[in-house]
């Protein structure tokens, strides 16, 4: 097993993604496949979803096709293992700022002698067959992407290092957060911010790594800066509001054009 999501990014591929953070069913990984999605987000960090209902939306999205990712709770080590062995294909580390943090992240992800992932014998991701660690442990090592995002001007520093890391397969820059930080809240132009892009995506081209840019509407922007053509399409939240908005503008206007 390798990874077909990382194929599509290094290809320059547009690859689409959509975040999750309010459906609880099966049913939204169903709607990402045929919208065209190629992957999923769950997000722990801003939700209230349980463990056992992430793994149930990373393992469809599996059998789907799809790469199902999770967002953990910042320094939520323990729930690593547990998502992978319940279907995830990749973990997204929040508001990573030093090469020893991502270590940590990148070493609960993958087996020994790389890793420390503790060993089982059965996964979504092959069936659930029971499959000796021989076969299992390389396989599920090469197919787990660990997506390390860096919010802070302490974690943009520190890129090189970061994205330098084994077992690390992405870096992320988290937009909101890192103006935020920086004093610029929502100020996504902003020289600071195109200075950070261009460091963390210098290290990632040093390091054969994608960088993705989340949290702004068009990353296309800064493709010139090396950010990869990876879109959050938006959280499922967002996209069930604007979609009730327009239903309900639209219902308006036709009363408002009724003589």
Request: with cysteine; aromatic share 4%; glycine share 8%.
């Amino acid at each position: 097993m390798t990874s077909p999501f990382l194929a599509r990014l290094r290809n320059g591929q547009p690859t689409f993604m959509l975040g999750i953070r309010q459906a609880r069913t099966t049913d939204i990984c169903r709607i990402a496949k045929s919208t065209g999605h190629h992957a999923i987000l769950v997000d722990l960090e801003h939700s209230t979803m349980s463990l056992d209902t992430a793994a149930a939306l990373c393992a469809t999205a599996g059998d789907l096709g799809l790469t199902p990712f999770v967002r953990v709770p910042e320094r939520a080590y323990g729930d690593l293992g547990r998502l992978l062995d319940g279907g995830a294909h990749g973990i997204v580390a929040p508001r990573i700022e030093t090469a020893a943090e991502a270590r940590t992240i990148a070493v609960a992800c993958r087996f020994p002698p790389r890793g420390r992932r503790s060993q089982l014998a059965s996964v979504p991701q092959l069936g659930m067959r029971p499959t000796p660690a021989t076969e299992l442990n390389p396989a599920m090592d090469r197919a787990t992407i660990v997506q390390i995002l860096v919010e802070t001007p302490t974690g943009i520093a520190n890129a090189d290092a970061i994205a330098a890391v084994d077992g690390v397969d992405m870096l992320a820059i988290g937009a909101n957060d890192l103006t935020a930080e920086l004093g610029i809240p929502g100020q996504y132009d902003h020289p600071l911010v195109r200075d950070a892009v261009a460091s963390a995506a210098e290290a990632c081209r040093r390091h054969g790594i994608p960088l993705m840019l989340g949290g702004v509407s068009d990353p296309t922007r800064f493709a010139a800066l090396g950010a990869c053509p990876l879109h959050l399409t938006g959280m499922d939240t967002d996209l069930l509001y604007a979609a009730a908005r327009a239903r309900v503008e639209t219902i308006t206007a036709t009363y408002q054009d009724t003589p």
